[in-house]
């Protein structure tokens, strides 16, 4: 962009020093954010040489340039796992943008949430100040969670500098289903029928029939779902002659198993709008909030569809640009979501309008007003027309 300085960065006394000049002359600085004019842009991805791989420990320390995909490829040559990386979901994210995110994991529906993959990290401050939090081991990283915190989604504290990562062996067998569902009573049932199972799949993945055509291309029927069990030989026996006893009562209809798509660059790079990791909803709830998200598009005219991790409740939203309602269709989604029980994540606000809102947003006030008081990292971007 015309008027945004580039400033390459690989080492954490550079970033200090970006910074510091930055508040003396009062300039933008902008990170995995699309930088505003007369701004500096920070590139990260040459910071990106794996520091410290234990194997024996399970354990390894990188900085925020290392990729993803780069990451788990070292761990499984070890016969270990990076979880939130152990697919192609979001390979082509580094680890200091997994982190900004706020640690996003398909399989979390099995392993757990993707921060409790993170042990501990160490940050700049735009104030050019540093810190580490957390530790090597669980024990080090009791009281105030402030690993956590700092790597909340989209907040805008600091920049992580190095990252301490939690690894896991490798299963020894993985299966991947790609079903076709016609309805979304179907796709309900199916789900918790999955869910009544005593061992939960390792990620469950749905795509309504937009998203499916979006994604994948050509035809596709009403409801798209892809799923992996994994395990020792013996689990992933017994559970597939369960599943195929669910697909046979839920009239799924199994075909080759497609890989699900890299989706890490879907939000910055496509011409539609992809809000992901937006609305948590009730399980008991999900068929009623599709129901009502049909009803906006017919009643705005806006096209597009549902997808994520649906056993999770988490919803993600795809829309196609250029209708002058999307403002108005997203507000009446969070309105919807909330309505039902569910909880909206905020993103749409801290990514594309003024920030958080409520009590969170004074805290956090608080906080930047102590770090950043002329405010100059990532400035919040015009809010989507």
């Known amino acids: 962009m015309q008027g945004v300085e580039k400033v390459t960065v690989v080492s954490s006394e550079q970033l200090q020093g970006v910074f510091r000049q930055a508040q003396t002359q009062r300039k933008s600085v902008y990170l995995y954010r699309k930088p505003a004019k007369g701004s500096i842009s920070l590139d990260l991805s040459g910071w990106n040489e794996i520091e410290v791989f234990d194997a024996n420990n399970l354990m390894a320390i990188v900085p925020p340039g290392t990729m993803l995909k780069d990451l788990n490829a070292a761990a499984a040559a070890r016969g270990l796992r990076f979880i939130p990386a152990d697919n192609p979901y979001l390979e082509n994210l580094t680890v200091g943008e997994w982190a900004y995110r706020g640690c996003p994991n398909l399989m979390s529906w099995k392993y757990g949430a993707g921060k409790h993959f993170l042990l501990g990290s160490s940050y700049v401050f735009p104030n050019g100040e540093s810190t580490a939090v957390g530790g090597k081991c669980i024990k080090n990283v009791s009281g105030y969670d402030f ?7 989209y907040t805008d504290f600091a920049v992580g500098t190095q990252y301490i990562i939690k690894l896991m062996p490798q299963p020894v067998c993985r299966r991947i ?3 076709n569902v016609g309805s979304m009573a179907a796709v309900v049932k199916l789900i918790g029928s999955l ?5 939960p799949p390792a990620w469950l993945y749905w795509l309504d029939k937009a998203v499916a055509q979006r994604l994948f291309g050509g035809e596709q029927s009403e409801h798209r ?16 002659s369960a599943v195929k006893g669910i697909l046979n009562v839920c009239d799924a ?5 497609a890989v699900l798509p890299d989706m890490s660059p879907l939000e910055n790079s496509a011409k539609e709008f992809w809000l992901q990791d937006e609305f948590k909803i009730p399980y008991s709830a999900i068929n009623k909030f599709s129901a009502k998200i049909s009803d906006l598009m017919i009643r ?30 997203i507000a009446a989604a969070h309105e919807a979501a909330l309505a039902l029980g569910g909880a909206v994540a905020g ?14 947003a004074m805290l956090e006030d608080a906080f930047k007003q102590r770090i950043d008081p002329a405010r100059i990292f990532n400035r919040p971007a015009e809010v989507i027309k």
């Open 225 to 240: 779902i892809l799923f992996e069990i994994d395990g020792n030989e013996a689990e992933v026996n017994a559970y597939e």
């Open 253 to 257: 209809k199994e075909q080759y198993a």
């Open 147 to 153: 690993t956590r915190f700092l790597t909340g989604a």
């Open 300 to 329: 705005t005219g806006c096209k597009g569809g549902l997808f994520g991790q649906l056993a999770d409740g988490k919803v993600n939203l795809y829309l196609e640009q250029g209708n002058s309602e999307t403002k108005n269709f």
């Open 177 to 179: 289903y790609d079903v």
């Open 347 to 360: 993103k749409y606000e801290r990514v594309y309008g003024g920030g958080c809102q409520g009590a969170l």
């Open 195 to 199: 869910q009544a199972c005593p061992v």
